[in-house]
């Protein structure tokens, strides 16, 4: 099974940035009972969604040929929460690619409130074909990709 923690890439710039979306529905994440709070996307899975669309943004930049495999995470802060029927809007950076890796920045934000932000993520570059077929990638990416017009309100 295979969790997709990003519904949306709105818009990337090779070995630069990369936008993209997560949603949480409201039959999603019922965890108030388990966990004594309000229903929230745990935050574990939040700071998944950052680096999947790192990943996303390491894939796009070498035509489909690598993956990253985190090696490092400097710092990851959590400031708020992701609700159900919240929508966060997720930021990341390539600071550096180099042969031995990709060094990545991030942050989240929900309606406008920043929620998750991160710096120092060290992946290790992994040949993509080991993991996925890249044709697949490549027709995920053309569902997920929908550049924006105008930004989503609260985005």
């Known amino acids: 099974?295979?969790?997709?923690?990003?519904d949306r890439i709105t818009?990337?710039?090779?070995?630069?940035?990369?936008?993209?979306?997560?949603?949480v529905s409201f039959e999603e994440y019922s965890l108030k009972e388990v966990f004594g709070d309000e229903p929230r996307l745990p935050d574990m899975l939040l700071l998944e969604?950052?680096?999947q669309l790192g990943n996303w943004l390491i894939l796009l930049s070498t035509d489909f040929q690598q993956m990253g495999s985190v090696i490092r995470i400097?710092?990851?802060q959590f400031h708020g929460a992701l609700r159900p029927g919240g929508v966060v809007r997720m930021d990341v950076t390539m600071l550096?690619?180099?042969d031995d890796g990709f060094e990545l920045?991030?942050?989240?934000?929900?309606?406008?409130?920043?929620?998750?932000?991160?710096a120092g993520c060290l992946?290790?570059?992994?040949?993509?074909?080991?993991y996925y077929?890249?044709?697949?990638?490549?027709?995920?990416?053309?569902?997920?990709?929908?550049?924006?017009?105008?930004s989503p309100e609260g985005a």
């Open 1 to 6: 099974m295979k969790f997709r923690f990003v």
């Open 96 to 98: 550096r690619h180099h």
């Open 133 to 150: 077929n890249p044709e697949d990638l490549r027709v995920l990416f053309s569902e997920i990709h929908r550049p924006l017009l105008r």
């Open 74 to 76: 400097h710092e990851a």
């Open 49 to 51: 969604s950052i680096l």
């Open 11 to 23: 818009s990337w710039k090779p070995h630069e940035s990369i936008t993209g979306f997560k949603a």
């Open 105 to 118: 920045t991030g942050e989240g934000r929900v309606d406008g409130q920043l929620v998750i932000s991160g």
């Open 123 to 130: 992946a290790a570059p992994l040949a993509a074909a080991d």
